[in-house]
């Protein structure tokens, strides 16, 4: 009798005294109830995407008729998705090439040598963890004009770099801390230098530290918005995050079949590699948050 | 003695040791350089000049001039920035009162109810905190839009004129809580699944000790699971506190302050002085007021937290 209602409730096994399955399944359905509602919103750029706007002006809510795809073409010619697209990455693969690397090394020294100066120069690091971006926006503009690079894409990841760079020497050397010391201390008998224990050793074996950084560098810098905003000025460097809020503002929902292309574009990146990533993703968020 | 260790370190045989040291010094200078040079620059300079800035009147042309504490008392005396400050506090206050204990609901519930449908949830409810802020704004203007949007398309399927009536980011009272629904449905995930992590590593058997004395799930959450997970609850109460010093994307994208400056917020106001109305100072004032409320709730919650330990 026993044994049946465990069987039948969903997952009874903690708890078996009490009877569940009313309780349980209720809690379900909330919880199932609470994840549509984060779920449906983002289905329903899809609803209109494949309208005309004739068709979404008379009946914004129904079934699409056919997969028309030609919002998407007409969004990237009047939206000017390409060049968007193309600022975006450049932004992306530029925070990137300065964040992991500095990061990596910064992370690697103060895993590995430390010392009083370097524990110092940690905590200076550290401390920038903690620093909002808003609150220096106004220098960091001036500073970028100075060195003439506002309303330039370098503009934008050189200061995305600076407020990356510690969260990800925390997790390096969190990473580095870990790995076995005889491997090094193996390469250094057999003659090998700093340079490469660092660089064909410890790097290689740091690599799903690496390979983490790369896709939250990338998402991060993809979905900036108060940066770009600041320091970029002329449209044809308007990043793609840019390009899909100002066209909001135009149109506003009028031209919703066309802005939602748009937008889809704008976010399957993010999304896409969420799906593919989203245990790693989670973990080191989770990491970021304990150490803050 | 300093000389002893020169002439040791001179000695022939001693020669490579020495040489091994500078290269030690020579790469880790090189391996910090990148990362230290980054934050020097783009960090700290600027955090320096936000002060600096502060208590200046510049406005990016011509000379600045220094002018003590005038730009912090014209702030205090303007409607905007107390509005702004106004909605920050409100809105850490709401969202430590409605966002958190949401999450610790969900959290607790995702943990404590496991089958085959509750289990890939947790994925799902992170998915909004990953989506673009832009994206997010949009979505949300969308859901309140009077024409063809969610709200509206509602109400005039089902007749239900009284969703028709609502206006829900043109009316003032209402649009700071338009804006705070998106910010749920956008910010929960993060503390959902933070909150979980914590919840499930409560050990084991101190879940059977409670169910062998015949605790229920509910009593389970109320007197095990909240006081073993009270850190975690402080530092994501932290995370959301601070978060909304610095509130900028939804409110700005969604409403742009508006209406009047019901929906200002700090972000906002520094945004509007700063690169709108060209105040540099005044708007670095507003930086550093976002540092010093920030820097204030850091400390009292670590405060409260040692005091929690001592006691």
């Known amino acids: ?292 | 003695m300093n000389m002893n260790v020169k002439a040791y370190a001179m000695m022939p045989g001693k020669k490579k040791m020495k040489t091994r040291d500078w290269n030690a010094l020579l790469f880790k200078s090189v391996l910090l350089l990148p990362a230290i040079l980054f934050l020097a620059v783009f960090m700290y300079y600027p955090i320096e000049e936000t002060f600096r800035l502060s208590m200046t009147r510049s406005t990016g042309l011509g000379p600045t001039q220094f002018i003590g504490f005038q730009n912090y008392v014209r702030l205090f005396q303007n409607e905007e920035f107390l509005m702004g400050l106004k909605n920050a506090l409100l809105w850490a206050f709401w969202s430590v009162c409605i966002q958190i204990p949401l999450a610790f609901f969900i959290a607790f519930s995702l943990s404590v109810y496991k089958n085959k449908i509750t289990k890939p949830l947790r994925v799902i409810y992170y998915l909004s905190n990953v989506l673009p802020s832009a994206i997010t704004a949009m979505l949300g203007k969308f859901m309140f839009a009077p024409r063809n949007g969610v709200m509206a398309t509602l109400s005039a399927k089902f007749k239900w004129e009284w969703l028709g009536k609502i206006d829900f980011l043109g009316n003032p009272d209402l649009a700071f809580w338009s804006i705070f629904a998106v910010a749920t449905w956008a910010y929960s995930g993060f503390y959902i699944v933070y909150l979980m992590a914590n919840i499930e590593q409560i050990p084991k058997d101190i879940q059977e000790a409670a169910q062998l004395d015949g605790a229920t799930r509910w009593q389970y959450a109320r007197f095990i699971v909240l006081p073993m997970t009270s850190y975690a609850l402080r530092i994501v109460s932290l995370l959301c506190i601070v978060g909304s010093m610095k509130l900028f994307d939804l409110p700005w994208l969604m409403t742009s302050g508006g209406p009047g400056y019901a929906t200002s917020t700090l972000g906002i106001v520094l945004y509007k002085n700063g690169f709108l109305n060209w105040q540099y100072g005044r708007g670095a004032a507003v930086g550093v007021i976002i540092f010093l409320l920030s820097l204030f709730f850091t400390i009292l919650q670590f405060s409260l937290q040692r005091k929690d330990r001592d006691a």
């Open chain 1, 1 to 292: 009798m026993k044994t049946k209602t465990a069987k039948l409730s969903l997952g009874a096994e903690s708890f078996p005294h009490y009877r569940p399955k009313l309780k349980e399944i209720l809690v379900t359905f909330i919880l199932v109830l609470l994840a549509l509602t984060v779920i449906l919103p983002l289905i329903l750029p899809w609803m209109f995407v494949f309208k005309t706007r004739l068709e979404f002006a008379y009946n914004p809510w129904g079934w699409p008729t056919e997969l028309r795809w030609l919002n998407f073409v007409e969004a990237w010619k009047v939206i000017r998705i390409g060049q968007g697209l193309l600022n975006t990455l450049y932004v992306c693969l530029g925070a990137i090439v300065c964040t992991v690397p500095s990061a990596a090394m910064a992370g690697y020294v103060f895993a590995r040598y430390r010392s009083k100066v370097t524990e110092v120069l940690f905590y200076f690091i550290l401390a920038g963890y903690f620093v909002p971006v808003q609150m220096v926006l106004i220098p960091l503009y001036q500073l970028c004009g100075l060195m003439g690079i506002t309303d330039t894409l370098p503009g934008l990841f050189l200061p995305m770099t600076a407020f990356g760079i510690p969260f990800w020497t925390i997790i390096y050397r969190s990473f580095f801390v870990k790995l076995p010391n005889e491997l090094a201390e193996a390469a250094r008998i057999d003659g090998a230098g700093h340079t490469s224990i660092f660089v064909r050793i410890m790097l290689p074996l740091a690599k799903p530290a690496t390979v983490l950084a790369t896709l939250l560098v990338f998402m991060g810098s993809w979905s900036d918005y108060l940066l770009s905003l600041i320091m970029i000025n002329s449209a044809d460097r308007y990043t793609m995050q840019l390009r899909v809020s100002q066209f909001l503002n135009a149109y506003g929902a009028d031209h919703m079949p066309r802005y939602a292309a748009a937008a889809i574009i704008a976010a399957a990146p993010t999304v896409i590699l969420y799906m593919i990533g989203h245990r790693w993703i989670i973990q080191s968020t989770l990491a970021g948050a304990i150490k803050g």
